[in-house]
């Protein structure tokens, strides 16, 4: 609700800037990696990962040679036909990991991208916008110049903390994306241990965090979702008998309370994903 009362403005301009966050979250959540800021980070992430290619072939040949060691105790069980095939198709298998890493990197964000989508599709809930109540604004009008003092100091700290808040979460969500850009950058590394039995799980481990923090992208998405639902329903404004200030108090704190539980939800998105995987 448009109003000249510059602490009517003060809380919309706070609510507007957590609003546009939550938009952009909501954005980043529907979007690639490769879409990112024009696709530019994702260009210099593929460089970075064909000139490590080279390294992975070369950490390729000492693992399988340490898994051979590892695995054959002597010389005859090298010249065994089953251990020479198996060692053989692994060395193959870890190869074509290494040369095709990118690939399966984007199949698996592709598959949890196609969950989250799914989520947000199906979920029944609009973005919602976070709109300051008439009977508040009404509140904060009908205040005189001296009564306004403490209500002046209860919104300031209010909006402070919802700007505060606002950009922690957003953040977060710009740190997943980083965290997708750097998995890709190095992943010829860790995907070359597939190449050594005894190695195999420094690859296995990369590929199990990948897929984690592709799936911290679904479980923001759940806590955006579960919020939405928090805030189509307006914090309880109290006795309309009580003061303005009380008032506006209760429902500045209730509105910050529900913000903490979705950044809370929000940044804890890794350690959710971590339990659920068993990481």
């Given amino acids: 609700m448009e109003s000249d009362n510059w602490i009517v403005q003060n809380l919309n301009s706070a609510l507007s800037t957590w609003n546009d966050k939550l938009t952009e979250i909501w954005t ?4 690639s990696p490769e879409n990112f800021k024009g696709g530019a980070i994702w260009g210099v992430m593929v460089n ?3 000139a490590l290619k080279a390294i992975g072939y070369g950490l390729l040949v000492l693992f399988f040679a340490v898994g051979i060691v590892k695995t054959c105790s002597s010389y005859t069980d090298i010249k065994k036909p089953e251990h020479v095939v198996k060692a053989f198709i692994r060395f193959a298998l870890a190869q074509g990991a290494v040369m095709y890493g990118m690939e399966l990197l984007t199949a698996v964000f592709s598959i949890v991208q196609g969950m989250v989508s799914t989520i947000m599709s199906n979920s029944g809930m609009a973005q919602g916008v976070t709109e300051l109540p008439v009977e508040i604004v009404e ?3 009908s205040v005189g110049m001296l009564e306004s003092i403490p209500l002046w100091i209860v919104t300031l700290l209010g909006s402070l903390l919802i700007t505060v ?3 922690i979460m957003v953040l977060t969500v710009y740190g997943r994306m980083f965290k997708l850009y ?3 950058a190095i992943a010829p590394i860790p995907i070359s241990s597939f190449a ?4 195999q799980s420094v690859g296995k481990n990369f590929i199990r965090s990948y897929t984690g923090v592709c799936l911290e992208g679904a479980i923001i998405a759940l806590a955006c979702i579960i919020f939405s639902a928090f805030a189509a329903s307006p914090p309880a404004l109290g006795d ?3 003061s303005a200030v009380t008032i506006v108090w209760n429902y500045v704190g209730e509105l910050v309370f529900n913000l903490l539980v979705l950044v809370g939800a929000v940044k804890a998105s890794d350690r959710i994903v971590k339990e659920i995987m068993g990481l």
């Fill in 139 to 141: 509140k904060i009008e």
């Fill in 165 to 167: 808040l606002s950009f």
């Fill in 182 to 184: 750097m998995y890709t």
């Fill in 48 to 50: 970075v990962n064909d």
């Fill in 240 to 242: 309309q008998s009580l």
């Fill in 28 to 31: 980043l959540l529907t979007q």
């Fill in 196 to 199: 050594g039995d005894t190695t």
